[in-house]
């Protein structure tokens, strides 16, 4: 089975910074999905924040995320970051990991909260 595990989250400043690691199911990485980072904010639904290909490192941003978080993956660990700077009271919600083609479940994901 398919499992992703969400961790970094945490209650920040305006301004402030978090790391969110993703850990995934072995046969993530070996299998070739892209691996991606969704955020939900509370009462909208979940939106695409990246998107990385362990394996040649290839990296895509949807347009309303250009030069705000930075992804990142290290196969060896089957593991993958969103490094969040600049964070705002918007990036405030839920965080969760998947792949694409989509694994079927969710994890649990991380909580961010961004507040003065």
């Known amino acids: 089975q398919v499992q992703f595990v969400e961790s970094g989250g945490g209650l920040v400043q305006p301004g402030g910074s978090l790391r969110l690691t993703c850990t995934a199911s072995e046969i993530i990485f070996t299998t070739r999905r892209h691996i991606v980072w969704y955020h939900q904010a509370p009462g909208k639904e979940r939106r695409l924040v990246a998107q990385?290909?362990?394996?040649?490192?290839?990296?895509y941003y949807p347009d309303y995320m250009k030069d705000r978080f930075i992804i990142s993956a290290d196969s060896d660990k089957n593991t993958v970051f969103l490094q969040m700077r600049n964070l705002n009271p918007d990036d405030s919600g839920m965080y969760y990991c998947?792949?694409?083609?989509?694994?079927?479940?969710w994890g649990q994901g991380t909580q961010v909260t961004v507040s003065s």
């Open positions: 998947n792949s694409v083609p989509f694994s079927g479940s």
């Open positions: 990385i290909s362990p394996w040649d490192g290839d990296i």
